[in-house]
């Protein structure tokens, strides 16, 4: 019975959960093809594939971490939309243990399609990455690609504990919700939501993250450097992702002084919505810190000229730069997928403000504002995480706070992530505009 409502429901909420599944699946493809690599450095004989193996481990660590956010604030996102819905059910009688185990059910009846979807495809995409360091000449012998079952119920594993996790966590607190205050669309604080558990879990990333940036102080210049100023840009991004709640509301400071009444009121909503919309900046951080901190690290490694003739650390630097691009790839899907489900949400409200006189238009340019200040945020946060893994490294390798590489490439990735997020909103909001503002409100969400 649970189990035929809960796939109506998906079916019913086709955009938003369809959001969720691509996270999952390319998270997964993620996982798998690092296991896959982890694999295929051990199988090699004579422990001739240590470098590949080092290589994937360490790169494939911070992936997990960044997969298991990922997943767990798209998947968190699409919950929390549900509010109202599932306020419904528990005023017909359902208890807050079935609302939970209705929650769990549904996502469960997506992630499991989205994981078997990512599993070809990481095997793929290892095999690829896998010639690409043989050819770069980080793997020195002839190595295969080895694919156990382990290795994909270790990459598929993963996804599927983040998202129950991320499922019982906002199942539980949708539970807890009064049915009456959210039926009455109170069913978070308005503006600023921070929660207890989301405020410690922040403080815990960005003591590791900062603690991480420090130790790397301390280190000795070599191989390992890297290793552990790498982890303080993913660990401050997360940390100020989950604070990020605090921050949203911080440009509607700046609405007196516009004279736009579009813009006026893009950021006005945008500090009513904090709470739906931190996840979006959260993962906007996440993909502007970490792009920023990883690529300018290599850049500052690559600045260093006095290289000995037989040093492998150009071959090691270009399959670096491959795989911060896929961990970048996924990031921007996130980001996508976020405001995707986000943005559809919003049919009902774009509708309203129709019915009020605002025109398609102005809702356009509403969102694009929106869109622009959310960026801006993530740039502010992104830029704090990035420092926490630039200037540490930085100070080691060439005593000086300020990274090698070309200037414009800081300026190219917050272009590229507000175009992630532009694009994203405007096909979205077109899209849920296209209706009447009367059948847009008529929407059931």
Known sequence: MMWRFALRTVRARTSAYLAAAAVIAAGTALLVAFAALVTSGNAVADGRGESLTMLALIMGGWTVVVVIFGIAATVSLVIAQRTRELALIRSIGAVPRQVRALVLVETVAVAVPALLAGVLPGTGL??????????????????????????????????????????????????????????????GPAGVALSRTKARLGALFLVIGFGSGVGTLFMADGPLLAAGAGPACIGVAIGLALLSPATVAIPDALTARLPSSTSRLALRNLAARAAEATPVVGALTLLIGIATGTLYMQATEDSITNRAPDDVAPQFAAANY???????????????????????????????LRLTAVTRRQVLGMVVIESAAATFVSVVLGTVAAAATIVPYSLVKTGSPIPGGPGWMFPAI??????????????????????PPLTALGVGG
């Open 126 to 187: 290892g095999g690829l990455l896998l010639d690409r360091m043989a050819a770069l000449g980080v793997v020195t012998v002839s190595a295969r690609l080895v694919v156990h079952g382990s290795t994909i119920v270790a990459g598929a594993g993963v996804s599927l504990l983040a998202a129950v996790i991320a499922a019982l966590l906002a199942g539980r607190r949708a539970a807890t919700i009064a049915p009456v205050q959210a039926l009455a669309g109170e069913a």
């Open 322 to 352: 491959m795989i911060v691009g896929l961990i970048i790839a996924f990031s921007a899907i996130t980001v996508a997928n976020s405001l995707v489900a986000a943005t559809w949400k919003r049919r009902r409200e774009f509708g309203l």
């Open 414 to 435: 917050v272009a590229s992530g507000f175009a992630v997020a532009l694009a994203a909103t405007t096909a979205t909001s077109l899209r849920a505009t296209r209706e």
